[in-house]
């Protein structure tokens, strides 16, 4: 069950994302707050598992807010839940778990409330002996990866993304429910997740070794790879095969 308190200065907005979440079975309301100074006081003594917040607030704004609660140093998930599209890049930095944008459609709710339950539940890929070879300088420098899902931002952990690939001049991000669109190329990606465990395999895919499953010889010293969770193969070409042999030891 996760016991959530949410945060916005605007009582209709605060009782309609209430009703949403009230349909879920492993939601439970446990404070709806205007003033997030009052939010603050509660949050610290609940010590709940998610937190939605607005952003434009009088007193304190959402930021500011979800900075004191991570100052608490509590295991609360933060969702930012506004009408304005600028604040995400500060919600990125600040490792919150999603931004959805008003008006949100349920099936965008829904998604961060399952992500929200996988991230408690711990479901994601074990490390193995094979990320311990190409994980030797893994640091922390990037938290999040910003997608667009519908018209809303969702801020993705490298550990769930399964890889990425660029179809028809676009770039997208692969996670277990689907795919997501990335404004960034996937040279600015490899750069940025190179000490992640990600590798560019291809022109077109930059892979998460996490989620490595086979490694299958292919023609003109070639290779495929098998993804874990995917029924799809990752070709691996010729100008980084060698480099693959090399940081694998084969």
């Not at 459609?105 to 190409?134: C, F, Y």
């Not at 999040?144 to 770039?171: G, H």
């Not at 996670?175 to 940025?192: F, R, V």
């Not at 490595?212 to 990752?234: E, F, G």
Request: proline letters at 4%.
């Amino acid at each position: 069950m996760l016991r959530t308190v949410l945060v916005d200065d605007e009582p209709l907005s605060l009782e309609a994302l209430g009703f949403l979440l009230d349909k879920y079975d492993n939601i439970k309301l446990i404070g709806k707050y205007t003033d997030p100074v009052e939010a603050l006081e509660n949050i610290k003594e609940a010590k709940p598992e998610l937190v939605f917040l607005d952003v434009e607030m009088p007193e304190l704004d959402g930021i500011s807010t979800a900075q004191e609660i991570i100052n608490m140093g509590l295991n609360t998930s933060i969702v930012f839940a506004t009408v304005y599209e600028q604040y995400a890049v500060q919600a990125f930095e600040m490792d919150a778990l999603d931004y959805i944008v008003k008006p949100f459609s349920e099936n965008r709710l829904r998604l961060t409330v399952n992500r929200v339950a996988q991230k408690l539940q711990n479901t994601g890929p074990k490390r193995n002996s094979l990320n311990a070879v190409v994980k030797q300088k893994f640091s922390h420098r990037i938290n999040k990866i910003a997608v667009w899902s519908e018209n809303s931002i969702l801020l993705l952990t490298p550990d769930e993304i399964q890889y990425f690939t660029m179809e028809d001049k676009r770039v997208f991000a692969y996670i277990a429910d689907g795919a997501y669109e990335c404004n960034s190329s996937l040279a600015e990606l490899e750069n940025k997740l190179e000490d992640k465990g990600f590798f560019r395999c291809h022109k077109s895919f930059l892979i998460n070794t996490e989620y490595i499953d086979k490694i299958i010889p292919w023609v003109h010293s070639t290779y495929m790879i098998k993804l874990k969770q995917t029924a799809r193969q990752i070709p691996v070409s010729r100008n980084y095969a060698k480099k693959l042999k090399s940081m694998l030891g084969i």
